[in-house]
């Protein structure tokens, strides 16, 4: 029988946020590249919100690979479509986890952010780690559930130079973004998973 169970790194975040990553050394990140951005648990009641980013060549045909949005997905298909991912010298990717509490503290502190606010800064991060990174992104495409265009032109503005598509199902129409929805979720769900453990709390969740 294959082996389905995800890798073993920890993606745990009960409090604040963390940044976790595979990004390549390769000569192809100095080649244009495509980046596809998705998130998994936004505003969540238990579990962290994850905002991920994958990445690759410009001239790579993923659309074979089996990349779906991850909400289609069976449990097992997304881990072993994650460990693809994770062990593809050809695709890197990063991951913005931001844990409830984090969120709660800034929506409902004294100088209220707004959740829209969190998830855009989360998405500059998962951009930005990969540029940092040495990646040469010349498109990105990302999937949103607001107001595209002014999305788009917030992007633009933090990010001159590189050509953004934002639309609703992205991870459905860009194989790219499909990567990164399959990111986000199997590390949303192992995070889940040791909220889980540290609060003793059933789970039930698909």
């Known amino acids: ?36 951005v998705d998130e998994a648990g936004r505003g969540p009641v238990l579990g962290p919100m994850i905002y991920a980013s994958a990445f690759c060549p410009q001239s790579s045909d993923i659309s074979d690979r089996g990349y ?3 909400k289609t997905l069976t449990h097992e298909a997304r881990e072993k479509l994650f460990r693809a991912i994770n062990t593809d ?39 930005r780690s990969a540029l940092e990174s040495g990646a040469n992104i010349k498109q990105i495409y990302v999937d949103t559930v607001g107001d595209a265009d002014r999305h788009r032109e917030r992007l633009s503005r933090a990010f001159p130079g590189i050509d953004f598509t934002v639309c609703p199902k992205a991870d459905s129409l860009y194989p790219i973004v499909s ?24 789970c039930t969740f698909p």
């Open 68 to 70: 779906a949005d991850s």
């Open 179 to 202: 990567a990164a929805s399959i990111v986000a979720k199997v590390i949303r769900d192992k995070s889940l998973v040791d909220c889980q453990q540290v609060y003793r709390i059933p």
């Open 89 to 127: 010298m050809g695709v890197g990717w990063v991951a913005h986890i931001m844990s409830a509490q984090h969120i709660s503290h800034y929506m409902l502190g004294k100088d209220k952010v707004s959740l829209n606010s969190l998830a855009f800064d989360a998405t500059c991060h998962v951009i």
């Open 1 to 36: 029988m294959e082996d389905y169970t995800v890798c073993t790194r920890d993606f745990s975040c009960v409090a604040g946020t963390r940044i976790v990553s595979q990004l390549r050394n390769e000569q192809w990140i100095r080649s244009p590249c495509i980046l596809g």
